[in-house]
């Protein structure tokens, strides 16, 4: 009890520099190593099966996405409330997070999971997969029939992960994360492309599985990864133990859980929804199933390069999570405005290095060779193209992330549900459908809007930060 004790002191005095800097990088990796799951299954498919199985799992990402928010959900309210009640020593309350979040993820998997499994081709066609080529169509039903079930495991290691982080175990958070990566890794090309070798006197062989080998390889490693986190609540290795007479819903307690996790669910349900907005507008815009193909193929890359970029300044954010709730919670006002200080900086930073990485030449070339072969150049210049133009402005954007993470973690949901849906579901989302009806270049219309919302999010979310930040100030100064 004396590193959890020590864990607490630390998050209400310890130096906030070191501090974003221990919290961050567990929370990098693993957020990257989770997102990494879908990337490398991508990798191997756009090298070793063709653009028609990389538009395939593209297809699939938005019902994934969408499986995911639900995820975020439970997990992002309940380590948010955690920090708080942490801070208060409210020990009894945080034991009931512990039993609710495991409660939350049974449940939505009992309910949602066998809807989308019996809805699989209708899902698809909302995704425009019906206008690309068969084989496309084939690989994204494939894969995402094989996923569905599977998601329970990563719902229940990202929750407990994200509770571990909250309490101060960054580095358990991040192992759990390790461990499913890991698998994933060595399991993606086992499965997808098979293997046959004779070891002294024994055989081995398994045919090639493609699409269906990625599949398994994430269903894997998803459930090794989720029986890591568990097992140290099954161990009371923790600070809140887990407590199986706990596993219930509480009204109160999910009434503010929910209303701070509705913040980045809405976020990634738009992530969901934009994702499938714009391959049914290539769909829709383009002229015939190739270029359609090559189009969703270009989507696919886009989205993994930006989750690529976009996890440091997301494991900066789950850094500093725990230090604005906590402190809040403690009334330390004055370290809370020091905290939104140093996250402003180095969000900012890195949100330069996004842009630089995915605009400048020769990185976004080197992105699109990641994901699609050398024998189709032409292919590799389109997604380097396209990624420039979508993300020509995606360096002012620090701002809106900060403040949805400010405002999440200090338990001010609807300003952070706000901020959260301003870039895709607000503005986004209507320029998407709009921009492309008054440009000859359809496709340019399309990567267009992303700019054009980055823009306009960041100029929308600056006065309520500001107004918040003043607040801040002025009691620092009052005390």
């Not at 094989?146 to 719902?155: D, P």
């Not at 020091?338 to 992105?367: C, D, M, N, R, Y």
Request: charged residues 10%.
């Amino acid at each position: 009890m004396v590193s959890a004790d020590s864990n607490l002191e630390e998050l209400a005095s310890g130096r906030i520099g070191p501090l974003l800097v221990k919290y961050s990088w567990p929370a990098l990796v693993a957020m990257t190593l989770n997102a990494l799951y879908a990337i490398v299954d991508r990798v191997f498919i756009g090298q070793g099966c063709g653009v028609d199985a990389m538009a395939g799992l593209q297809l699939a990402m938005p019902v994934v996405m969408l499986l995911g928010a639900f995820g975020v959900f439970v997990g992002a309210g309940h380590a948010a409330v955690l920090s708080i009640k942490l801070g208060e020593n409210d020990f009894i309350t945080c034991e009931k997070i512990v039993g609710e979040l495991v409660a939350l993820k049974l449940l939505f998997f009992l309910t949602l999971t066998p809807v989308l499994f019996l809805n699989v081709d209708t899902v698809l066609g909302w995704c425009g997969a019906d206008k690309v080529t068969p084989a496309a169509y084939a690989a994204a039903r494939e894969y995402l029939k094989l996923v569905i079930f599977s998601h329970v495991f990563s719902h229940l290691a990202f929750g407990l992960s994200a509770l571990l982080r909250s309490e101060g175990g960054a580095v358990r958070s991040m192992l759990a994360m390790v461990i499913g990566f890991g698998a994933n890794l060595v399991l993606d090309p086992v499965l997808i492309f098979g293997f046959d070798f004779t070891l002294f006197t024994f055989h081995f062989s398994l045919a090639p599985m493609g699409v269906a080998g990625a599949a398994w390889a994430t269903n894997i490693a998803m459930f090794l990864s989720c029986v890591w986190a568990s097992s140290y609540y099954l161990r009371e290795r923790t600070v809140v133990l887990f407590r199986w007479r706990r596993v219930s819903l509480y009204p109160q307690l999910l009434k503010r859980t929910a209303a701070i996790g509705l913040a980045p669910f809405l976020q990634q349900l738009m992530s969901s929804l934009i994702v499938a907005a714009l391959a049914c507008a290539f769909s829709y815009w383009m002229p015939d199933e190739s270029s359609r193909t090559d189009r969703i193929a270009s989507l696919g890359v886009f989205s993994s390069a930006l989750i690529l970029v976009f996890m440091p300044m997301l494991g900066c954010q789950q850094g500093l999570q725990p230090i604005f709730g906590y402190n809040w919670g403690a009334r330390n006002f004055r370290r809370v405005l020091g905290t939104l200080k140093t996250g402003f900086w180095v969000t900012s930073a890195l949100t330069v290095w996004a842009w630089v990485v995915q605009v400048v030449p020769p990185f976004p070339e080197w992105i699109a060779r990641m994901f699609v072969s050398s024998d189709n150049p032409a292919l590799v210049k389109l997604c380097a193209a396209d990624l420039q133009l979508s993300n020509s402005m995606i360096w002012c954007i620090s701002i809106n992330v900060l403040a949805t993470t400010f405002f999440q973690s200090i338990g001010k949901p609807k300003i952070s549900i706000l901020l959260s849906m301003l870039r895709q579901g607000i503005v986004l989302l209507p320029v998407v459908i709009i921009l492309p009806f008054f440009m000859e270049d359809k496709a340019m219309a399309i990567w267009l809007s992303m700019p054009i919302s980055d823009v306009i999010c960041n100029l929308a979310t600056i006065p309520p930060l500001l107004l918040h930040a003043r607040f801040l100030s002025k009691v620092r100064s009052a005390s």
